[in-house]
């Protein structure tokens, strides 16, 4: 169990978790807006993206 417990602090020690509280409603708001038709699905990526000003990589034709 120790050696499970010391994989996985290595493996998250450097990662920033973010939650999606952290996201504001006008990110949600447009993210809701770019994404109705497209894939409802990326709404969550998109809204992230907005929020922490990031691009996105997508495989979808049409892009946000």
Not at 39 to 54: G, H, L, N, S, T
Request: proline residues 0%.
């Amino acid at each position: 169990m120790d050696q499970v417990m010391e994989a996985e602090y290595r493996l998250c020690k450097n990662i920033t978790f973010i939650y999606e509280e952290q996201i504001t409603q006008k990110c949600w708001i447009e993210a809701s807006e770019l994404v109705k038709d497209v894939d409802m699905d990326d709404i969550q990526y998109v809204a992230y993206a907005k929020q922490f000003r990031c691009k996105i990589w997508s495989g979808d034709k049409k892009t946000y």
